[in-house]
């Protein structure tokens, strides 16, 4: 009895050498905005791409009254783009000092905050989708931990 169960054992285990591979995650480049758009869509905020020609494109969003943009980077006369950057600012908190940002910069991760051509505080996270791209998931990690930082610098550019 001993015998037939092992063999059974390793006739099972050889089978499962043969099973077939689990499908490989979807990879998500930078190339389609409407990949990025429905990416975005899908964590219930809304979501409008800005093209117009000879620029790169963007998406326009905004989570808890946040406005942000998604900038597509990278690309080839507004076309297959390469990667993406996520970016909002205030410009009602000019107050905020060159020594503040950099605080925030030493303390965070992931996103760097600096002051732009007319003084608003600014928010930027850039996301690396040359290549094959990157798996769904990931590109919807990259959305949770940028949705965490725009709160975080909220509170940072407005605490008193």
């Known amino acids: 009895m001993v015998r037939h ?3 059974a054992a390793l006739a099972l285990g050889m089978f499962a050498c043969f ?4 499908a490989h995650a979807e990879l998500v480049n930078a190339a389609n905005p409407a990949t990025i758009k429905a990416i975005v869509e899908s964590r219930g905020w809304p979501a409008t791409i800005v093209s117009k020609a000879g620029d790169d494109p963007y998406i326009e969003s905004n989570r808890n009254g946040l406005k942000f943009l998604i900038l597509f980077m990278n690309c ?3 076309k297959k783009c390469k990667t993406l950057q996520y970016y909002m600012g205030f410009s009602d908190a ?4 060159l020594d503040q940002l950099n605080k925030w910069n030493r303390e ?7 002051r732009d ?5 600014v928010l930027e996270m850039d996301v690396d989708l ?17 949705a965490s930082l725009m709160d975080s610098f909220r509170e940072f550019v407005f605490e008193k």
Do not use: C, Q, S
């Not at 099973?19 to 689990?22: K, L, T």
């Not at 965070?108 to 600096?114: I, P």
């Not at 051509?117 to 505080?121: A, E, F, L, S, T």
């Open 94 to 97: 000019k107050d905020v000092t």
């Open 76 to 78: 080839e006369e507004g």
């Open 108 to 114: 965070k991760r992931f996103a760097r905050a600096y």
């Open 5 to 7: 169960v092992t063999r």
């Open 130 to 146: 040359d290549f094959a791209g990157i798996p769904r998931e990931n590109v919807g990690e990259t959305l949770n931990t940028w």
């Open 19 to 22: 099973a077939p591979a689990p």
């Open 117 to 121: 051509d007319v003084g608003d505080p």
